[in-house]
């Protein structure tokens, strides 16, 4: 008897140890970059967040000191804004050209290549995440990453 409980308590206890180890969002961004803009005023911005952690979250908002920035999904050949988007956990959410993407708009500057936007990501679970983004050709093609 005092065997099986002692076998009990340590298989608990590295259960207990598994779920801990994986049971939150771990959250890194890359391939970050916007072309730069044809007017004065609006942009889009690219991007990808990978999560390898064993939990999803979501992205609820991006903000920046350099205008307004909001968050479209385009299904259908619809674009559409968003309020929220997952991140799968052991995924990705993926911006990019003809899909999920960031809108700026009310620049209160016009980005030119070789400069650099900064964001900051806010998740549902996740502290924020500040990312520099820079400014791209406008006919800049990814050759990796989305």
Request: hydrophobic share 40%.
């Amino acid at each position: 008897m005092r065997r099986t409980a002692l076998s009990f308590a340590v298989l608990a206890g590295a259960l207990v140890l598994a779920g801990c180890s994986d049971s939150s969002a771990d959250l890194s961004v890359s391939g970050a970059y916007i072309p730069q803009p044809v007017s004065a005023d609006m942009a889009a911005g690219f991007l990808t967040i990978s999560n390898s952690g064993g939990a999803k979250d979501e992205l609820t908002s991006v903000t920046s000191s350099d205008g307004d920035v909001t968050m479209h999904e385009t299904t259908g050949g619809m674009m559409e804004e968003v309020s929220r988007l997952a991140v799968p956990a052991h995924g990705q959410l993926v911006f990019k050209s003809g899909a999920n993407h960031l809108m700026f708009d009310k620049l209160k500057r016009k980005p030119t290549q070789g400069e650099t936007v900064t964001v900051e990501l806010h998740f549902s679970k996740s502290d924020p995440v500040v990312v520099k983004m820079p400014v791209k050709s406008a006919t800049y093609v990814p050759k990796t990453g989305h």
